[in-house]
């Protein structure tokens, strides 16, 4: 790494510089071959570096959101430095992580990125490294007097936001690595700071930060003005009343004095096969006798602003919902399938708007939907023929946000044993990955947090390969034949995953499909 | 003699009185302003998630008793890693028997075995650092710090050992005197007016004091601030149970003027 000439120089020329070395080119991939096992790889280095996420160029969304419209602005080392700065001041699990990694190693086998790339800078103790770098010659005494080579620290160049933006893109926040590190080292955390650092001075990465723009200007990731909500939803309904032969069964939309404001990713609106599992939400609720509404204004429940360590931003799409409830005066708030968005609304969306207790005091909490279908087994509220799925033999993937996030029903482990109750209660065949492949040790699908684009394939595909391999060796042992999903951004790679490794495409599905099919409607026995 | 002896009294206390200033105040510095005063504005507890306060308690002692969450991922790296860290903890303990006097049963319980618990000690630092240069892995993220502090604790613990035996065996009455008097406020005081306290003549207890004092000196500078630091780490000393109980962000405490706007 050397020292770049000083920015100040050559003004104009450190944003062509860096914009040649972080240029998007399409490359080409290819899936590694599956054996049923997961192979530590060895080391190949620099093996993903050409990998870059393209950059947003559109000025209106940059300024909306409030970063610089044209490229890495010149100053950048001051207000890189800055913004590190106030990241470090404001988030001690970053401070914290920067100080007491004793780069022991634990961690370098654990993240999918590494496993499928033998990158060693996906290694998660490589990836902090970069950042630790900077911090060791900026922010600690030793590397302030004495310099980098002391501390073995880098001085800002361009070389080093080009690796910031290459493998800080690498990383799916799966926090994976987190479990396995004696201290607790959560690499998202740094991804996330890292990530919005380099907003700062202007090297924007496009996918994502469009979708933040659009759930704060149209209340959802994918740019729906609310007369295409309604008539995405109006399909979907008439679809259910079809098939079913059922007039009453409902997708209610802005509903005043529902009980229930159900929030979803949007892509369950049409997508495939995101689009089974609302139709197994609606026959829940429909059967369960509980009204229930979605909404225009929060028609989105992921929040890409938990990616970024940009509070207002996540703040503000959380907004939507609270509002939305507050205005349809309903009395409680559940979740449909989806990682990330479990996690705000779980963990987050308390500390940033505080609990939902304005709605009904029996109700502070927003719930999971498989908490609520659960509970609605269990008391017997569900008329279910497993025999419907009696094709399938299924197995699940945790989602890493919900798996390493929160619990679910308020006890340990609930976030594992709710949903595969509810695979249970509805599939009479249901087998386990390994496992090391599953629960807290769960792999991200290798698309989460942000690296769904198609821009994003070689890592989408190297990544994906730990859950591949675990899939093909329950494939194999057990005739697995159904990967239950409960995240968006899981069903999207997934069923571009299973065909690019060889399995058929309609082997992924969410838990809610197959509650679907298993549900009996009609004859109400009611709760 | 005396010119020596005098230059070797006043360089060896003013140095172990440096580390030992520099590692309280270091230490506790980082803890309190760095670690425990940096705001965290989110819950972000990991699996396994206690609901409870004392959940978190017992998941931590696992991980500091046991090792638990690295015993999760490498065995070696967890076996040679606890284990130092253990006979590493039992030689220190029995060094108060420098101290304290009368010394306490539980300082000295370990008699007979602490020779060969040092020689584990010393083997499991071995072993640590081998892994370090041969491990693909490992090699590839050590910095020079890595080695720097194992070599550095490598050559205390032998040292430490080396005394054991003739003829680096120094005299444990002087070395008790030295201590003592190091101990004493009044020999501080000694050192500003260039009258030291006496250390014993034997270069190797020199030299293993010499080092611990490089060691204190450099411990709130670098990783070795894990230690107190684990404490502090939000994936791990939170309680999970955010839907419940509302968190505070301190820096966005928020309103329900706000909220409702
Ligand atoms: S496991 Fe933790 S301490 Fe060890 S290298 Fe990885 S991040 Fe650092
Ligand atoms: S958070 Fe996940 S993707 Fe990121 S480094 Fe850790 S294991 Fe890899
Ligand atoms: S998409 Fe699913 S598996 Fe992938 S990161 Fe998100 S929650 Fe995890």
């Given at each position: 790494m050397t020292d770049a000439k000083a920015p100040t120089d050559a003004p104009g020329d450190c944003n062509a510089r860096v914009q040649e070395l972080i240029k998007y080119v399409k490359l080409p991939y290819d899936h590694v071959e599956l054996t049923g096992e997961i192979k530590v790889p060895k080391i190949q280095r620099d093996s993903m570096i050409k990998v870059h996420a393209q950059q947003l160029t559109s000025k209106d969304t940059l300024a909306r959101l409030g970063y610089p419209t044209d490229g890495l602005i010149p100053n950048w080392k001051e207000v890189f430095l800055e913004k590190m700065d106030e990241i470090l001041k404001k988030y001690k699990s970053v401070r914290l992580f920067m100080d007491i990694c004793v780069r022991c190693g634990a961690c370098t086998d654990k993240c999918h990125y590494f496993l499928g790339t033998g990158d060693p800078r996906n290694m998660p103790v490589a990836r902090a490294e970069l950042m630790r770098k900077v911090y060791r010659r900026y922010f600690t005494w030793p590397g302030k007097l004495f310099g980098s080579k002391f501390v073995d620290g880098w001085d800002l160049s361009e070389e080093v936001l080009v690796l910031w933006y290459t493998y800080f893109y690498q990383c799916s926040e799966c926090r994976r690595c987190a479990v396995f590190c004696p201290y607790g080292i959560d690499t998202a955390e740094i991804t996330m700071a890292a990530r919005e650092i380099l907003n700062s001075v202007g090297l924007v990465q496009k996918y994502m930060h469009e979708i933040i723009d659009k759930a704060q200007v149209l209340g959802n990731n994918l740019g729906m003005q609310a007369n295409a909500v309604v008539n995405s939803l109006e399909f979907v309904r008439d679809e259910l009343q079809e098939t079913t032969e059922i007039p009453e069964i409902d997708v209610p939309i802005d509903v005043e004095g529902a009980d229930v404001l159900f929030v979803t990713p949007s892509a369950d609106f049409f997508a495939s096969p995101h689009i089974e599992s609302l139709y197994g939400y609606a026959k829940v609720f429909h059967q369960a006798g509980i009204s229930w509404t979605m909404s225009t204004h929060a028609s989105e429940g992921g929040n890409f602003g938990m990616f970024v360590h940009n509070y207002e931003h996540m703040k503000k799409i959380n907004k939507r919902i609270w509002d939305a409830a507050r205005a349809l005066k309903v009395k409680r708030v559940i979740g449909g399938e989806c990682g990330h968005m479990w996690r705000v609304l779980s963990s987050f969306s308390n500390t940033m708007w505080g609990p939902f207790d304005y709605l009904d005091a029996k109700y502070p909490r927003p719930q999971h939907i498989c908490e609520f279908t659960l509970d609605m087994l269990k008391r017997g509220a569900l008329k279910i023929d497993k025999t419907a799925n009696a094709e399938f033999t299924a197995t699940i993937h945790d989602s890493c946000q919900v798996a390493r996030g929160m619990e679910m029903g308020g006890q340990k482990y609930g976030q594992f044993e709710i949903p595969r109750g509810v695979i249970k209660g509805v599939c009479e065949k249901f087998v386990d990955m390994p496992e090391n492949t599953i629960k807290e040790r769960t792999f991200c699908c290798a698309a989460g947090q942000g690296l769904l684009g198609d821009d994003m394939m070689p890592t989408r595909v190297k990544g994906a390969m730990p859950r591949m391999q675990a899939y093909s060796y329950v494939k194999k042992e057990n005739g697995v034949n159904f990967l239950a999903l409960i995240c968006a951004i899981c069903k999207a790679q997934f069923s571009k995953m299973l065909p690019t490794y060889g399995f058929p495409m309609e082997e992924v599905g969410g838990i809610h499909q197959l509650v679907g099919r298993a549900i009996v409607l009609g004859a109400k026995e009611g709760i | 003699m005396g010119g020596i002896q005098f230059i070797i009294n006043m360089a060896l206390g003013s140095l172990i009185y440096l580390g030992l200033l520099i590692f309280v105040v270091g230490f506790v510095h980082k803890l309190y302003n760095v670690y425990y005063k940096t705001p965290q504005p989110l819950k972000i507890p990991q699996?396994?998630?206690?609901?409870t306060l004392g959940g978190v308690i017992l998941r931590m002692a696992g991980d500091v008793l046991f090792f638990r969450s690295l015993s999760k991922g490498t065995t070696l790296l967890f076996f040679s890693g606890w284990i130092f860290h253990v006979t590493f903890f039992l030689i220190l303990q029995r060094h108060l028997r420098y101290v304290l006097s009368p010394v306490p049963a539980c300082v000295t319980f370990l008699n007979q075995a602490a020779l060969f618990i040092g020689f584990v000690l010393l083997l499991a630092l071995i072993v640590l650092l081998v892994r370090r240069l041969l491990d693909e892995r490992t090699k590839y993220v050590t910095n020079f710090s890595d080695v720097f502090v194992l070599l550095l604790i490598i050559g205390i613990v032998t040292t430490g050992i080396m005394m054991r035996y003739e003829p680096f065996r120094p005299d444990v009455v002087g070395v008790k005197g030295f201590i003592s008097d190091l101990l004493a406020p009044a020999t501080a005081v000694g050192y500003m007016t260039l009258h030291p306290a006496h250390a014993p003549a034997s270069l190797m207890f020199i030299f293993h004091l010499g080092l611990v004092s490089i060691l204190l000196m450099y411990f709130p500078f670098s990783k070795l601030m894990h230690s107190g630091g684990y404490f502090f780490s939000p994936t791990r000393n939170m309680i999970n149970n955010p839907r419940d109980v509302r968190y505070v962000n301190p820096w966005d405490k928020g309103s329900k003027e706000e909220a409702t706007k």
């Open positions: - | 699996t396994p998630q206690p609901t």
